[in-house]
Each structure stands twice: as C-alpha cells, then as structure tokens.
C-alpha cells in the first residue's frame, strides 16, 4: 500500500494568521532560559506566553524534543507545537533546521497541514525547513496488511514553510521538491523486501522512473556482460537464479561544461555467497544495493533540476547467492579491461562489481567519477552509524565532496588510502587479489577500486581521473530508532551530496 507523501509550499505570510491544523515552532536553551529561536515571526505577547508555558512545563528545548502547546492566544492554529533546536555542536544552522523540522513532522502524523516558523530567515534556510519535515515525515507501508494498513495514520499532508517572498515561493519549492522526491526513491528502494527487488526488477524500476525525462536508460543483461567483459558483476551474480543486469543512465543537456561519472553498488541481496554470513547479519541486507538506489535516484534529480552539467552514472546491480554456480574462493574473474583479480573472500563482493563499474566509467575519460556503496563494516566501525567514509584519490575532490557532504546533512568524514596498503592486494595467480591485510578494511576495500580508475590521457605517466569513493555502510540504512528527519530503514544517504556535487559542477 502505498504511503501519501508530504507535499511542501512556501509562503510569506504571516504564521499567525495561516489556517493550518498546526503551526510549528522551535526553541532552544538560552542560559538556564529555553527561549524560541529567533525569527518567528509572531507578536511579542504571543512569543511570550509560548516561552513561558515552555517554562512551566520545564521544557528542555532538547534535539528530539516536542512540546505540545494547545489554544495559543493569537495564533489561528489550534494547536502549537515546540520542537527542539539546540544552539552550537558540530551540526550547522542549515542540519540543525532540518532535523527540528523532521522531529516534528515525526509527531504530527494523521495531521492535514503543518505550518513552520522555525527562524528561517533565508530562502536556503527556508528549503532547509522544508526538506527536514517532508523527510521527517517518510513512511513506507508498501508491504504492510490490511489489518496493519487500517491503523496506520497516514503522513503530514502539506508543509506550509514561511518566510519566503512570493516571486521565490515557486521556483524554490520545485527545486526543493525534486531533492526530497529522489531522497523519498532512493528510501523507498531500500526499503523494497528482496522478493521484490531484484537486479532486473530495480533495472526496471529505474527505466520506469525515467521514462519522459531527459536521461537515457541503458540496461545490459548477464549475456551482454559477459560479451563485454564485465568478470567481476558476472562472478558476484552467477550464483543467484536472479542474473545481474548493468544498467547505465545517461544525462547530456546542451551547454554541459563538465561531465561527472558516478558508479553505484547494487547488491540487492547479500547472503555473504559460499563464505555465507551468520543469519543474524543477513536480516538487512536488502540494504546493500542503497548505492545503486541512491546514484539513480541522485541522476533524476539533477535532470529534473536541469543542471547544465554531463552526467553518466553506472548502476552495478547483483544477487549474491550460493547457488550451483556461485564463485569460490580461489577462483579468478577477468574484470572489464583485462585484469585479472583472485577471489578470497566471496562476502566481499560489492567491491568486484564496483570495479567493473569503475572501469567503465573510465572509459569515458569523465572530469571526476564518485562512487557510493555499502562497502565494508569497517567503515562503520571506524565512523559509527551515521558517517558516510570518504576517500580519493585526489585531495581537492576529497575535500569538496566532505564539506558538501556535511552541508547538505550527509555527515561525511576523510578517510586515508595509506601506500602500505596496496603490496597486500598482490597474488602470485593473478594480477590481484580483492582482499589485502585485515586493519584498515574501509582503506583496504577503497585502495582496490582505485585499481580500476583510468587516466586522464594515455600512458603511464598520464594523470589519474580524479575518483572518490564513499563508503555509506552505516548512514545508508537505520536500523534503530528513527531521529531527526531519518525514519527507521533506508534514509537515502548521499543523494543530496551527488546533487550538491553536480551543482558544483555546474557552476
């Protein structure tokens, strides 16, 4: 069943007067004092009365914080409600805005209208309000029976977000709306069971997606990945009933300057193959493929947006199972390009089919290629659940694409690729081996796709493409409870930093 979807608009008027079913406001500790944060727009007495019946209620003005206020006098709204905002920390004003916003649309479910007056005092800061509550207020009821489906309360209908001039509302609110749609995607295909989603069924979703767009969909089934050469999606898919497909989405407008190659990893089961994982590890690995959800869901939007910018993205999509044909550890696969690669470990196997991807995307000799996966659990161990690992092979992308990352609230963090990394990928059987020295995994992993990232030019002295790799294993998916704007399940990490990355570009 299908979930409704929060829908967004902008206004200049007065939140006050604005007839909604709820007006929402946030507040934060000043002293020992929780006051509301500043920019409002209510009358001194009306702000008054809210702060001190936050007072009495000893309110906290806490992160996850929501204060339920009803008859305020002078605000058409029967009801109020007061989430939280704390000032400083390490999250800017731009995060601390959506995820107040996200809390309260998490509270305000079964509720028609919202109207939010969190301080917004920018058209940026205003889109931020609005992204924060439309995400916050995601749920995915596809799967859910009739008995559940009944008692479900149905998300915030519309978010009305104040403070924006009238001649902006509606170009922001387009802008801000295909953001938050390819976000609302990319969750949902995480969230799609794995008897669902497939390689050929997400191959289709995607086409499905795109048709009447500006991008071009290209799929390739398992026959025509072994005519091109593509060992490393074939050996990962070859022991699932289920082929593995690559699909390829292609956005060219007219007066592009640049041109920025993304691969995405698309496993969309991970049984971990012959070197099978423990049962308990399996529950979420329908989350594997959350790279792939999120490249695609990242290219729609930056045509939707009309971004003059090339962009070619590479969705490596695989089941991997451990049927009669599943690859073995020892076996050898020859990657697009001619290398040749030893398996060691069959449950690392997003980094094979990356590989193919990556080689691909070379070929077209980008500007930049950036790839998003769940790679390794090392990541997560290294940065915890919520922080996207960044690594490159060039400094500048890898600092453009964290501090992007961190703008637009994919916490993103660098991780090294240390030289004493690579010796341990050798083999005496092939030209590598997938695997290297147990410490450093996320490195490990990354200090391996680097091996299939072209040139710029021909020759060995040609410069590298520049690459950057993030390792989404903990933000992609969230397994506890739901914070901020992020529900329980997939949260669509790094579709906004590849659309804040394709804006840079554009610019």
């Given at each position: 069943m299908a979930a409704p979807r929060t829908t967004v608009r902008f206004t200049d008027d007065s939140p006050e007067e604005l007839a909604a079913d709820v007006l929402v406001l946030a507040a934060t500790k000043d002293g020992d004092a929780v006051r509301l944060v500043d920019g409002h727009g209510l009358s001194g007495d009306t702000a008054e009365h809210v702060e001190q019946v936050l007072a009495t209620m000893g309110g906290e003005a806490g992160a996850e914080e929501v204060v339920r206020l009803a008859g305020v006098p002078g605000v058409a709204a029967p009801l109020v409600v007061v989430a939280g905002m704390p000032s400083g920390g390490p999250a800017p004003r731009l995060e601390r805005l959506r995820r107040a916003a996200g809390v309260a649309a998490r509270a305000l479910t079964g509720r028609g209208s919202a109207v939010l007056a969190l301080g917004q005092a920018s058209p940026e800061e205003a889109a931020a309000v609005a992204e924060?509550?439309?995400?916050?207020?995601?749920?995915?009821?596809?799967?859910?029976?009739?008995?559940?489906?009944?008692?479900?309360?149905?998300?915030?209908?519309?978010?009305?977000?104040t403070g924006v001039a009238a001649g902006e509302a509606q170009a922001l609110g387009a802008a801000t709306t295909a953001?938050?749609?390819?976000?609302?995607?990319?969750?949902?295909?995480?969230?799609?069971?794995?008897?669902?989603?497939?390689?050929?069924?997400?191959?289709?979703?995607?086409?499905?997606?795109?048709?009447?767009?500006?991008?071009?969909?290209?799929?390739w089934d398992p026959e025509r990945l072994v005519q091109e050469g593509c060992g490393g999606i074939v050996g990962v898919g070859q022991g699932s009933a289920r082929g593995p497909r690559l699909v390829t989405l292609r956005y060219a407008p007219e007066g592009a300057g640049a041109h920025l190659a993304l691969v995405g990893k698309g496993i969309t089961f991970d049984s971990g193959g012959l070197c099978i994982k423990p049962g308990a590890s399996m529950i979420t690995m329908k989350m594997d493929m959350a790279g792939a959800a999120a490249t695609a869901a990242a290219v729609l939007a930056i045509a939707e947006l009309g971004l003059?910018?090339?962009?070619?993205?590479?969705?490596?999509?695989?089941?991997?199972?451990?049927?009669?044909?599943?690859?073995?550890?020892g076996d050898v696969v020859t990657m697009r390009g001619g290398r040749t690669v030893e398996i060691i470990n069959t449950d690392a196997e997003g980094r094979l089919i990356m590989a193919d991807g990556l080689a691909l995307a070379s070929e077209q000799q980008p500007d930049a290629i950036v790839?998003?996966?769940?790679?390794?659990?090392?990541?997560?161990?290294?940065?915890?659940?919520?922080?996207?690992?960044?690594?490159?092979?060039?400094?500048?992308?890898?600092?453009?694409?964290?501090?992007?990352?961190?703008?637009?609230?994919?916490?993103?963090?660098?991780?090294?690729?240390?030289?004493?990394?690579?010796?341990?990928?050798d083999t005496h059987v092939a030209d590598l081996k997938h695997t290297g020295e147990r410490s450093?995994?996320?490195?490990?992993?990354?200090?391996?796709?680097?091996?299939?990232?072209?040139?710029?030019?021909?020759?060995?002295?040609?410069?590298?493409?520049?690459?950057?790799?993030?390792?989404?294993?903990?933000?992609?998916?969230?397994?506890?409870?739901?914070?901020?704007?992020?529900?329980?399940?997939?949260?669509?990490?790094?579709?906004?930093?590849?659309?804040?990355?394709?804006?840079s570009y554009a610019s």
């Open positions: 924060g509550a439309a995400l916050g207020a995601y749920t995915f009821t596809e799967d859910h029976g009739v008995g559940k489906a009944t008692s479900a309360k149905t998300p915030l209908g519309e978010a009305v977000v953001v938050v749609d390819a976000v609302r995607y990319a969750r949902d295909l995480v969230n799609t069971p794995p008897n669902r989603l497939y390689p050929e069924s997400l191959a289709t979703s995607v086409t499905e997606r795109a048709s009447g767009t500006a991008v071009e969909v290209e799929v003059p910018v090339r962009v070619t993205a590479y969705l490596c999509l695989a089941e991997n199972m451990t049927g009669d044909l599943a690859q073995r550890p790839d998003v996966a769940t790679l390794t659990g090392a990541c997560i161990i290294a940065l915890g659940d919520r922080t996207t690992g960044v690594m490159s092979n060039d400094d500048e992308l890898r600092e453009t694409v964290t501090r992007l990352g961190n703008e637009v609230g994919d916490t993103s963090w660098p991780l090294p690729l240390p030289e004493e990394i690579r010796p341990s990928l450093a995994g996320a490195s490990v992993a990354a200090t391996f796709l680097r091996e299939f990232v072209g040139r710029k030019g021909e020759g060995d002295d040609a410069p590298s493409i520049p690459w950057a790799h993030l390792d989404i294993a903990g933000p992609a998916y969230n397994d506890k409870a739901a914070w901020g704007y992020s529900p329980k399940g997939g949260t669509g990490a790094a579709v906004r930093t590849l659309v804040a990355l394709a804006r």
